[in-house]
Nanobody, 117 residues
Framework: QMQLAESGGGLVRTGDSLRLSCAAS????????MGWFRQAPGKERVLIAT????????EYADSVKGRFSISGDNAKNTVYLQMNSLKPEDTAVYYC??????????WGHGTQVTVSS
């Protein structure tokens, strides 16, 4: 089993930056495709960034491309989401997840990010 725990959320202003952390335990995150999702109030959870540690490749949703950056630290077994130039529409609960055998099988409990205008 793998456990994931997000942290780093908070209340910030438009234009500010935040770095979210996703600490993995039980298994090494680099074995999985890691994703960051977010769910805004009244909306579905959407995938915004992925990290493939084996290939080093990253992908981003259009809504965050150029502002957010996903990375991982193998020594700390932690995945990060650096969020810059935050906007009110980035307000959501942010989740990290690990993909195994074609589906995201492991999830954290989420961390709230609120961006005030």
């Amino acid at each position: 089993q793998m456990q994931l725990a997000e942290s780093g959320g908070g209340l910030v202003r438009t234009g500010d930056s935040l770095r979210l952390s996703c600490a993995a335990s039980g298994r090494t995150f680099s074995r999985y495709l890691m994703g960051w999702f977010r769910q805004a109030p009244g909306k579905e959870r959407v995938l915004i960034a992925t990290l493939n540690s084996l290939s080093g490749s990253t992908e981003y949703a259009d809504s965050v491309k150029g502002r957010f950056s996903i990375s991982g630290d193998n020594a700390k077994n932690t995945v990060y989401l650096q969020m810059n130039s935050l906007k009110p529409e980035d307000t959501a609960v942010y989740y990290c997840a690990a993909r195994e055998r074609g589906q995201y099988s492991y999830w954290g409990h989420g961390t709230q990010v609120t961006v005030s205008s």
